[in-house]
């Protein structure tokens, strides 16, 4: 594949378009990079296994610290038409994160990035990498290495997040399972919150998630239930006892 490591470079000056409200819209690589510092990370594409389950949402939850730390932007580039690209985003944990449709693969083979998959009938695609970006020059490369398939080593958030600063801590995240009008649980949020826990709510209904699941999850029948960082933490008194550790 011969994929080139394009550090020290300026990034290829490319027109992207974009749908918005309906409307065609023109993003210059000037009005992506120019004056800022950027992340890009690319990936083969859109609603794809690897992408939607670890990468895009990784590089979102993590947006908060690349921000303390003085990334201006987080861009994922994929070799896709704007529609997929939106669609992407409507189904994706991605408010942190601009997606950036490459159609006809410009950026990415200006990049070098460009890879023939037409073994799996994807023709032609990103290779995944990521890179950091200073006022369009390519301050560093992440490039997965060349092996046969979809390799997800090297690309990541957390790796990116160490070269930019070693000692920054990713966030904690919870998960909360709830109930509709339960106090408890409107207690146990506020605490999170003001600890500065990122949380996703599962509320506990008749329709889709049950009691029974909550039981098979947390081996509980009461809400809150709470998780942080996938260990079982408990109800509101629970997490109580937790953070004032």
């Known amino acids: 594949m011969a994929l080139v490591n394009?550090?020290?470079?300026?990034?290829?000056?490319?027109?992207?378009?974009?749908?918005?409200?309906?409307?065609?819209?023109?993003v210059t690589t000037d009005?992506?990079?120019?004056?800022?510092?950027?992340i890009v990370f690319s990936l083969p594409g859109a609603f794809t296994p690897t992408c939607s389950s670890t990468h895009l949402p990784r590089y979102?939850?993590?947006?908060?610290?690349?921000?303390?730390?003085?990334?201006?932007e987080i861009v994922c580039v994929s070799v896709n038409d704007t529609f997929v690209m939106n669609e992407w985003a409507?189904?994706?944990e991605s408010n942190n994160v601009?997606?950036?449709p490459d159609g006809n693969g410009t950026f990415t083979d200006g990049m070098g990035m460009l890879v023939n998959k037409g073994d799996i009938g994807f023709g032609m695609r990103s290779w995944r990498y990521s890179m950091l970006v200073k006022?369009?020059?390519?301050?560093?490369?992440?490039?997965?290495?060349?092996v046969?398939?979809?390799p997800f080593e090297v690309s990541d958030a957390d790796t990116m997040l160490n070269f930019i600063n070693p000692n920054a801590k990713a966030p904690k995240?919870?998960?909360?399972?709830?109930?509709?009008?339960c106090p408890y649980c409107a207690k146990a949020k506020a605490m999170l919150e003001d600890n500065g826990i990122s949380y996703e709510e599962i509320i506990i209904s008749s329709s889709g998630v049950s009691s029974r699941t909550l039981r098979a999850v947390a081996n509980a029948s009461t809400v809150p239930q709470v998780f942080i960082e996938g260990e079982h933490i408990g109800g509101s008194d629970d997490l109580e006892v937790f953070l004032a550790k």
Do not use: C, H, S, Y
């Open 31 to 38: 009005e992506i990079f120019k004056g800022k510092t950027v």
């Open 6 to 26: 394009k550090e020290g470079q300026k990034v290829p000056n490319v027109t992207f378009p974009t749908r918005k409200n309906g409307e065609w819209v023109n």
């Open 148 to 150: 046969e398939g979809d």
């Open 60 to 72: 979102n939850e993590l947006a908060p610290v690349f921000f303390a730390n003085g990334v201006d």
């Open 98 to 100: 601009r997606l950036i």
């Open 173 to 181: 995240v919870a998960t909360i399972f709830t109930k509709p009008g």
């Open 135 to 146: 006022d369009g020059v390519v301050q560093k490369m992440f490039i997965e290495p060349e």
């Open 90 to 92: 409507k189904d994706q």
